[in-house]
């Protein structure tokens, strides 16, 4: 009985070249690393919703095209069998965007390779790609960068402050900025400046560093609108 339990292990099932254990190989590796590359989408779409969906839908479809590949093998009947039975499925639900369509054809290539036992392969590609979207979508390659323009005013004691020292603060915070105006009384004065920024946190830091360093001048730094 053991004996022929282990001949139905280690002998061929669906071809010469299909046994046991590479399905359980194939398998295992395929969820692995479409497991690897599941994170890594997790890992580039924080904040949006159901995102586990995908990431479940990314291990389920690699491990299925592995089984795929196994039964296909090299029997041309059976891949054109397989191509009817796929072609009755409709998709509903369209893929986001582009990177999530790279994501699914990940997993494809990775469970072709597993089911076809190009087990290094199959690393080599998991790995790769999975890092190099990694760092793709970390450095945002090329992602445009917009820059938000505003309308400064800086109110401060009358000569307390110089236009040079202002405008030394301001290159060194803002990506550009024009000077547009300049009002004073007995008590006060303001500057008016056009400014354009990369996000809130330059203005956030311009504030800070204003009214700190000059904080004996009673610096009062205020965004007057948001141009387009």
């Not at 995102?51 to 291990?59: A, E, G, R, T, Y």
């Not at 509903?92 to 997993?107: E, K, P, S």
Request: with cysteine; net charge positive.
């Amino acid at each position: 009985m053991f004996e022929q339990i282990s001949q139905t292990l280690s002998g061929p099932l669906l071809n010469e070249n299909i046994n046991i254990f590479s399905i359980l190989i194939g398998f295992t590796l395929a969820a692995i690393l479409s497991f690897f590359i599941s994170l890594i989408y997790k890992r580039l779409n924080r904040g949006r919703e159901n995102i586990h969906f995908m990431m479940q839908s990314l291990i389920v479809l690699s491990m299925t095209i592995a089984a795929a590949m196994m039964i296909v093998g090299n029997e041309l009947a059976r891949a054109f069998g397989l191509v009817g039975a796929v072609s009755v499925i409709r998709f509903r639900t369209a893929v986001q965007n582009y990177r999530d369509m790279a994501f699914v054809f990940i997993a494809i290539v990775i469970g072709m390779a597993c089911g076809l036992q190009f087990y290094i392969l199959a690393g080599i590609i998991g790995m790769s790609t999975g890092i190099l979207l990694l760092i793709l979508g970390v450095i945002g390659f090329g992602k445009e960068i917009t820059h938000k323009h505003y309308l400064l005013r800086i109110n401060f004691s009358k000569n307390g402050i110089t236009r040079q020292n202002l405008e030394k603060e301001l290159a060194s915070t803002v990506s550009s900025f024009q000077f547009t105006g300049m009002k004073t009384n007995d008590r006060r004065s303001w500057m008016e400046y056009r400014i354009q920024v990369r996000n809130q946190g330059n203005i956030d830091n311009l504030i800070t560093n204003l009214t700190e360093k000059y904080a004996e001048n009673k610096v009062v730094v205020r965004i007057l609108l948001v141009l387009k």
